[in-house]
Structure formats: structure tokens, C-alpha cells
């Protein structure tokens, strides 16, 4: 594979940029080589600036439901950058894209929008202690919630992939008022309810864990979350930054049917635009500035291009049968490629709900953190250059989902497992 062109520009990406990226996991350590610049994407495809072409599972880290450059959110984004990028200032875009978002999501009756998933957790955490006038937040190791100081704490995704479980320069006062309970395990958070009675003022979850790789919920777990909360007078927020209209047009808590307390969104409400989000019960939404004490800002908060991108994907994911059609889809990715592992004799483990999937290098089942870690990553690593060489372009980690996008075709899937099957016979010589 000709990498010559994204060689060059890594090497000077990293004279000017911290490890030549503007986000950790982008630079392949976890895997090794280079990561190559990508030029281009056009629906399930990206181009690298070498011109080789990938079938893109990646699709941004989530935001891409629709896959690359479509034409409707092309066009949108061209008509509404004609009449100006930002106001500070209200505009009707922000008010259709927030009431498109409550009248998704059965929990949510009013919504602030910020700029990144990150800004939106950011938030939703401090609302809930404002709601509540408690300190102690219970997250769950390996869910990430962005890189906000008090939830670096045993964080996934490339926390994780680069073995930074609590990162530095979070200061100890910060940490200590983040419990750290495990994911799928009830008993682990009612601990903490009895260890610090009065104390807790939520947990914030991923109702479906993506970024230990795909975790999901055991059968309970979030019932049980919504039970201990309601009877501890604390708040229950749903991490819906990257299941929020990808589980289900309504999210995870459509999809499980569970009422959360806040929500916090990002990724696909921005449509490949910086956009986040969080929302919730009338009562608690209240505190929020200005019509509370509960203050949080944005200069480019409600950006009117980022809303345009938004509420054009939603309105393309309203289309009858378009969850059910994404769902075949990945479906038939995950059974191929489980074949395929069967086939070569390679121990596998592929997670997937909906549209997101995870496939692991261990055998038998992956429902927590532990058996996350049990993955042979370096195999994984090997799997994926190989998977690379042959035009398929997946997370550079084991510890991500992966997600099929509309413009997703079965011949995109189809050649991937042809891939699959030539990468797993190539490992299983080496
Ligand atoms: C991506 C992600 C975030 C952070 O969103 P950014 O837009 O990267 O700041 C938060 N929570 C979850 C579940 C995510 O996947």
C-alpha cells in the first residue's frame, strides 16, 4: 500500500501538533504504522491523500449515520453557510433542531446545545449536582464520557487504548468525588450508595457501552440504575453521545425503554458537525441558566451550519424502515464475519446492537470490562493493518465500535467479509 503522501504529511503534522493528531486515537499507536490523511469521503468510502480508497466503518467515530458528503446535508450546509456561520444571537435553526430532539426522546422536555459531547456530559454532570446539591457522581469503568477532569477516571476509548486510566493533571480533590463502579454489575454501584448515603448525586452511564469496544447492557442493569437512583434521590443521566439516534431514532432509551432523569447527546445529532446536547424533566432543566442558578455558555453554541447538518440527517433518519434496513445490514456484516472467524479457527467474540459492533479477539462472550481485557489486542492490531491493506478501514483500536451507515451497501459488506476471510487466512500462517 502506497503511503507515501500521508507518511510526509504525519511527519510534519508532528513537528507542529502533539503526536502530529488532534485527537489521541487517531495516531495508530494502538496498532502501530501510519495513519493515513484522508482526502476524501463519499458515502461508505474515504480516499486517503495516496488514493487509496477504504470502505469507511469508522464514519467519523459515530456522527456519520448517513455516511460521507450526503447530498442532502452537502446541500443544506451550502445554502445556510450563504447566509452567515454564527450570530451569537438566536436563530430558527436551534429551535426546530432542539424540538426535533424532545419530541425524539420520551425523557427529555427542554435541551441545551453546546458544541461537542464532551461540553455536554461536562454539563449534564454539573446540572445533576446542582439538581440534587450532592457531590459524588458513579460512572462505570471503561465508559467514556469525554474529557472533562472529573470523568478521566478509568475512562475507555483512548484512554484506554493508550493506557491512560485516569489521565494526568486531574487533581486527586477532583477524582475522589468520582465513584468508579463496573459496567453490567448492580451490586458494584449499590455499594456506593450505601458507602456515601446522602452523597450521590447521579450516575451518568453508557446505556450501551461503545467505548470499551461494544458492551451491552445485561438484561436488568439499567433497570436497576433507574431503580437505585429513583430510591437514592439521585439522578439518572443516559450517555446517549453515540446511541442517540443510532440504537434507535428515540436512542437507548427507546430501545430499552427506561426514562432517564438527563440525557446527554453529540456525535449524529451533529451530522458530521461539531454539535452536543443535554436534556431532561422540565423541573431539572430549570437550573440551567438563565432560568436558574446553574450556569454553562458557548460562543458557538447552536452554530446555525452545525444545527443545518443536524436537523437535515434526523429528518433523512425519519424515512420508514430505515433503522430496521441499518439493522439487517449490520447484521449481515456481524454473521459474516463471525463465520469467518469460525471458519479460520480464530477465537472470536463479535458484540453488535443495531448499527454498532465490536468484534473481539477472545473467545466466549464479552458482557463487562474484564473479558474487554482479556482481547488480544495485538492480534487485533494485525487483523486490522491486514483488513487496511484490503480497503477496509476500521477503528485503529480494539477498544471501539464500529458502525454501518446507510450509505452502506450489502456489497460493501459483502466485500468486507471477502476481506475478513483473506486477512484471517493471512494471520493464521503468520
Ligand atoms: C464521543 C463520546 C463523548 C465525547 O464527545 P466529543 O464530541 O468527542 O467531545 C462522550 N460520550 C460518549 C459516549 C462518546 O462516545
Known sequence: MNQANSERLFSLAQQYIPGGVNSPVRSF???????????RGQGSRVWDVDGNEYIDYVCSWGPLALGHAHPAVVEALREAAGNGTSFGAPTEGEVELAQMICEALPSVDSVRLVSSGTEACMSAIRLARAYTGRSKVIKFAGCYHGHADGLLVRAGSGAMTHGIPTSAGVPDSYAQETLVADYNDLASVERYFEE??????????EPVAGNM??????????QGLRRVTQENGAVLIFDEVITGFRVAYGGAQTLYGITP???????IIGGGLPVGAYGGRREIME?????????????????????TAGITTLKELQKPGLYES???????????????????EVPGSINRVRSMFTGFFTGGPVEALAQVEQSDAGQYGRYFHAMLERGVYFAPSQFEAGFVSTAHTEEDIDRTIEAAEAALGELGSI
Open 29 to 39: 499507536r494502538a496498532v502501530q504504522g501510519t495513519p493515513p490523511f484522508i482526502a
Open 196 to 205: 456515601y448515603p446522602g452523597d450521590v448525586a447521579g450516575i451518568i452511564v
Open 213 to 222: 469496544g461494544v458492551v451491552p447492557p445485561a438484561e436488568g442493569f439499567l
Open 261 to 267: 432523569d438527563i440525557t446527554s447527546l453529540g456525535k
Open 287 to 307: 437550573q440551567v441558566a438563565p432560568l436558574g442558578p446553574m450556569y454553562q455558555a458557548g460562543t458557538l453554541s447552536g452554530n446555525p451550519l452545525a444545527v
Open 326 to 344: 441499518l439493522d439487517t445490514l449490520a447484521q449481515r456484516l456481524t454473521d459474516g464475519v463471525a463465520g469467518v472467524f469460525q471458519r479460520a
